[in-house]
């Protein structure tokens, strides 16, 4: 009796560290998506009155778990039913994410100005005392519940794709940890950032030199912190997304390691690096000239429709 509790628990044990190298093995998988995560949550909270940012936060980590908890069962039904199906779907992820980076360039290229406008425009709703604040708030906790069910469907995918070919045990066990860690970890950021500046702003009121000074150094960085997590969230998503349709290409996999042999060691890796993030905005570039198509075939017909 003893010694068959004890072959269970070495045997939990064992399935447990596999699931957290497993688990370690997939977030470095959807690092990028994350950066992005962070930087699109962040945004999300502005407009919001400071008192109401961390309710807003909590609130949409709540949904981020609901979203979680219907990817997962769906994203485990189509490994079981359907296992061959998983490379198509991480492809087009992978291409989602180049897609994404892609057209996040392109409206900070050419839309830069109707951004900082409309940043503008929720900043003077909020203060604003016609304006209805609970119903701003709602709008906005709305929304980015419905872009994190996108971004978690991307790091579902992501990860089932790194353990498409473990027991199914390992696969709930893995997608499960993944879920739990990414939105604690997402969120648990994002509510530190949404306060740096506040925190910032009560360091400059202390009487010490030292706090006021490190206090008008977060008020300085919040900015440059918001700014650096959109760009490397945008440049992950190439990499992660180029290396994806890379792996599942044999032609481009190959490419890659001829390049990679050039040179030796540390230089290879960012040779092959280079090379993923370049196949990552070929493949955002075509994928956002075939959806700009499809607009525009679909605003030619719907004219001629009605």
Sequence with gaps: MASSLFALLDDIAAL???IAVLTKVAAKKTAGVLG???ALNAKQVTGVDSNRELPVVWAVAKGSLVNKAILVPGALAISAVAPWAVTGLLVLGGAFL?????EKLAHALLHRKTANDQTERLRAAAADPTVDLVALERDKIRGAIRTDFVLSAEIIVITLGAVATQ????QVGVLVAISLLMTVGVYGLVAGIVKIDDAGLALTRRRGKAARQFGRLLLASAPWLMRFLSIAGTAAMFLVGGGIVTHAAPWLHHGKEA????APGFFGAVLGMLFDAAIGVAIGLLALLLVQAVRRLGARRSPAGS
């Design 167 to 170: 027991p199914f045990g390992k």
């Design 98 to 102: 180049c897609f994404e980076g892609v």
């Design 36 to 38: 992005d995560d962070l």
């Design 259 to 262: 390049i990679e042999a050039l």
């Design 16 to 18: 447990l560290d596999d």
